[in-house]
Structures are given as C-alpha cells and as structure tokens.
C-alpha cells in the first residue's frame, strides 16, 4: 500500500475514516506477508495529508461551481449579434476575420482553417464538375456554356492549386507567393472566391437554358432538379457569411422562378402532344386532375406553358430557401462560437500556466527544483552529501543602523532587502550554477554548493571554487551598493567551510529546505569568529581552495565546541587561476 494508492482513493470525491482505515489494515496485511512496514504514526501522517488535500480540492471545487453559476447563461446569450451574426466585441470580430492570415504561418494540419477552405473547394470543384457533365450529356452545347465553363474551370484551378501547394509541400512560399496567399486569406477576398466557387455550378445550369433542349417535360423538371441541387451547394463554404450565400441563392432561386412563370419558350410547343412527354410519376394521384399523366401533358412543360404547379412549385422554392438560410445560419453561428471557444480556452490555458508559472516560481524560490520533483513522488525529502561548501554571510553593522524610531525601521528594511536583492541576482550568473541560497537569518545571509545532484563537472571542486568566487562578488556587490548610497557603509563578513552535510526538507505546510551537520555548524563559527571585510576558513579547507586561491595566516581563534581553531583569512584569486564549470547534466 503507498501514498500513490491512498491518493487514487481521493479520485472518486470521498476520502473518509473508513477508506483510511482500511489502508491502515492493507498495511497490517502487507506487513504479515512480508511487504516493507510503515508504521502507524507515518499512516496517520499520510492520512492527515491527503484529508487536507481533500478539503483544499473541496474548496477548489466550490470555487469553480461559483465562476460556473455565473457563466451558465453562456450558451442563452451568445456573444454574437442575432441579425447580423458578428461578435457583439468588436476586437473580437476584427480577431476573427484576421486569423485566417495568421494561420498562413502556421503548421498545417488536418485541423486548420486552411484545410477545411481546400476541402470546401473540392466539394464545389466536385459538384461543378458533375453538373457540367451531365449538362453536356443531356443538353446541346449553348455558345454560353462553351464560353463560361473553360473560364469557370481555369478560375477552380487556379484557387485550388495554390492552397493544395501550400498545404501539402513542405517547402516554404517564396516572398512573392507569401504575400499572394496571405492577401487572398484576408477576409474579403476569401469572401470573393468562396462566392465564385459556390456559383458556378449554378452559373452552368442557366448556361445550358435553351427551350430546344426543355421541349420535354422530363427535360424540364430535371432541370429544376440541378438548380434546386445548386441551391443546396450554397450551404457549402462554413467559413464564409451566412448571408452572403443566402443572397446568391435567393438570386438563383428568383432566376429559376421567374423562368418558370414568363414562359420563355415558343408558345406553340403547347399545342403539340407525344406520349414521350409524359414525366412518370410514382405517385400520381397527389397530382391534380389538370396535371396527372392522363391529362392534357402540355401543362407539365415548365418553360413553355403555364401550368398548374406554378403555384406549388413557388411555395417548394420558399420553402428551400428558408432551409438554406437556416442551415447557413446555423453554420456560421456553430463556426464562430467554436472560434469563440478556442479563444476563451486558449486565454484560459495561457491564465493557467501563468498562474502555475507564478507558483513554480514562487515554490522554487523557497524549494530548489530537483527537491520538489522528488516531493512529488515520495512526499518527503532528505539527502546526505559527501562534499558541500556552505557560506555565512553577514552585515556585521546592520543592527548599529537599524533605528526603530524611525517608521518603525521599515526603512532600515527596505534597504536590507535592496542589499540581500542584489546578492541574490548574483545567483543568476552562469558561474553561480552550483551555488544555491538556503536562507537569510536576519542580516546574515546563508548559501552551499554542491547540493544539486543534477550538476556535473570535470573537476570534483569546482563546486567549491564557484561558491568562493561568489563570496567575493558578495563583497564587490555591497562596495557597489554602499557608494551609490552615501549614507550607508555597510561592512560584510563571511565564514566559509566545506564538508559533509544532510539536506532535507520540514514540515507538511510551509515548507522548509535546509541543511544540517558539523560542517554548517563550523561555517557559522568562522563567521561569527571572523574579521570584518574578511572572508575566514578554516585549515581543513586549504588543501582544496590553495589550488586556486591564496590565503593568510590568522592564527587560532576559539571554537564553540572545537576549541582552539587554526583559521585563514583569503588573501585574493591566483593569477590566471580557473577551473571547468559545473552544467547541468544531460540526462535530466
């Protein structure tokens, strides 16, 4: 049984007493048959643990349910206008109609914009080109048709091409044909396209209108057919305006009506009758008397005569158009809500990761990076480290200075965090990797090296080499920062020592990083022993740093619990000194 398993048991929303009890009996169990054993004060501990994570997810949640209660009428009051359909913000709607050029510069998927206009296009090429064949089966060729259908054909190649190209090669655009393709993704010449592509297979339809080829009834009726079919193509094209495309269609339908009731056709054809006139209906008797097949079938030629159907046959078409306008409607109101969705949820994500961004930053400024790793799998932290280099570093004349009486001392504060600010940007030099602040106790301001098992070097010391130098940087740094203010003349002392320690995190809520052992305990005696302006170390740190750094005999100095201490004060860096930097190894 491990915490992993106790944390699962939270999934389902209720972690209670009796869940917890009987991960404390499955621990018994696991013991008896010999599985490691965890004893009862850690289960407790564990179970503590995940009853506060299970009360703050609580609140979380109630948190959430709030900020939904008061979007639930999201989907009552749409964010787009009712009657013309544009976002009722208008930085929004501006967003909208340009982000098809901003997707010219992205990776193609299956998912773009771009991909859905080309497949909208080949649906159109497709329709074109069938209703242009079997306009050439069935009808003569008009001069009309022959002019109008090889310039309707080179215009859907020379639109389909281009963005077939710039989806499916992966080699870039030149210039030229960046700026082409990004001015033809603009919102009004998309729209031009879109309208030409979504006409022409009406544009051929009325191209093949000769009453020599409708003198049949069967003829005429399927002609109707392939405009009421063109009709329909206007719902294609999702991304283009609903109204744009139900105007076209209302033309294409007040066309086909007006045909229908001027008779344009030679009257005379309706006093001639054949048996080949005659359309077969399946269901003749929903015809009126006049217009059944047993009738006089001159009144079932659409063009010719005037026929009893005029009338349903203008309801059909209202009908029709009434649906198309719908269907586009629908379609563009579900397009832009989706983009609407997308913006919202990348603001949303974007919010999210800032959010966690400020938490990781702010976690990993009071915990190091590879320690909350290992907290997020073990729940616990310690380590012990054969060799770390731990500094104290303190403004001897800080508490000489600081003067309550006036406001408070928060002034003498504000400059002591201006002073332990810039020792921290020293952190953030490459030549610091290894060096890490612990803690600041008062004045006094505590950093090790050494502690990032991440890390990796050539030279086994050179860890111990970084943090020396950024004891050094400490004293340039507050030189600096005592003559840009006269006022102030602050004097810093720092005790260095190297050694074992044990790093280890405390507590279960604010948490604490820290280190301990013999060798802290000894760099805080070489500071509170040390000499101010100096940087002290005891003997048993000479063997490593003399290879880069030079150092004078101060004598002994009495130890807290060591007793007489033969103790250096550094002197300054050997000329042409330098060692391999520490990185970040590459496995992690």
Not at 165 to 185: M, N
Not at 253 to 262: A, M, Q
Not at 273 to 286: G, H, L, R, Y
Not at 397 to 413: A, I, P, Q, T
């Amino acid at each position: 049984m491990t915490p992993t398993v106790l944390l699962t048991r939270r999934g389902s929303g209720r972690f209670n007493i009796n869940s917890s009890t009987s991960s404390i009996l499955g621990l018994a169990d696991e013991k008896r048959s010999g599985a490691t054993y965890i004893d009862d004060d850690r289960n407790e501990s564990i179970i503590t643990h995940y009853q506060q994570q299970r009360d703050q997810t609580d609140r979380e949640l109630i948190e959430i349910v709030a900020q939904h209660l008061q979007q639930e009428d999201y989907f009552l009051k749409l964010p787009i206008n009712n009657w013309s359909l544009n976002f009722k913000n208008s930085e929004v709607e501006k967003e909208y109609r340009e982000h098809y050029k901003d997707e010219t510069q992205t990776v193609k998927t299956f998912s773009t914009h771009n991909f859905t206009t080309f497949l909208d296009m080949m649906v159109a090429f497709v329709q074109f080109s069938i209703i242009s064949l079997v306009c050439f089966v069935l009808y003569d060729e008009p001069l009309a048709w022959l002019i109008f259908f090889p310039i309707a054909l080179f215009f859907c190649i020379l639109f389909i091409l281009p963005l077939a190209r710039e989806i499916f090669c992966s080699t870039a655009l030149s210039p030229c044909a960046g700026r082409i393709s990004h001015f033809f993704a603009g919102w009004g010449a998309r729209h031009v396209i879109g309208a030409l592509m979504i006409s022409f297979p009406a544009g051929v339809i009325f191209c093949n209108f000769q009453c020599s080829s409708l003198a049949t009834a069967a003829h005429g009726r399927f002609y109707c057919f392939l405009v009421l079919l063109a009709i329909l193509h206007y719902c294609n094209f999702t991304q283009l305006t609903c109204w744009m495309k139900s105007f076209i269609a209302l033309l294409t339908g007040i066309t086909l009506l007006i045909l229908l009731n001027i008779n344009p056709c030679d009257e005379a054809h309706c006093l001639s009758t054949t048996t080949d006139d005659v359309f077969a209906f399946d269901n003749a008797s929903s015809l009126p008397p006049s217009a059944s097949p047993s009738s006089d079938t001159n009144h079932m030629k659409l063009f010719y005569c005037k026929n009893e159907l005029g009338v349903e046959i203008v309801i059909d078409m209202i009908l029709l158009l009434v649906l198309v306008f719908f269907l586009n409607r629908e379609f563009e109101v579900s397009y832009r809500l989706c983009y609407h969705a997308d913006v919202e949820a990348t603001k949303d994500k974007e919010k999210i990761l800032t959010l966690k961004n400020q938490a990781d930053w702010l976690l990993h400024n009071i915990i190091p990076e590879y320690v909350t790793d290992s907290l997020k799998v073990t729940l616990k932290y310690s380590l012990n480290h054969r060799y770390v280099g731990v500094i104290f570093a303190s403004i001897v004349n800080f508490g000489e200075m600081y003067d309550e009486s006036f406001e408070g001392g928060r002034e003498y504060l504000r400059v002591l965090n201006e002073v332990v600010g810039d020792f921290d940007e020293l952190l953030n030099r490459s030549g610091f990797k290894s060096v890490e602040k612990i803690k600041t106790i008062g004045s006094t301001f505590m950093a090790a090296s050494g502690l990032n098992p991440n890390l990796k070097t050539t030279h086994p010391y050179s860890h111990i080499f970084e943090l020396m130098d950024f004891a050094i940087e400490m004293q340039h740094v507050l030189e600096d920062f005592n003559q840009s203010l006269l006022e102030f003349n602050f004097i810093i002392r720092i005790g260095f020592n190297s050694g074992s320690v044990t790093a280890g995190v405390i507590g279960t809520t604010k948490l604490l990083y820290d280190i301990w052992g013999d060798t802290v305990n000894m760099a805080s005696r070489m500071d509170s022993t040390g000499l101010p302006g100096n940087i002290q170390v005891p003997e048993s740190c000479l063997s490593v740093l003399q290879e880069v750094f030079e150092f004078k005999y101060r004598g002994g100095v009495n130890v807290k619990g060591k007793g007489e201490t033969n103790v250096y004060t550094l002197v300054k860096k050997k000329d042409g000194a330098s060692y391999p930097p520490t990185e970040l190894d590459g496995n992690f």
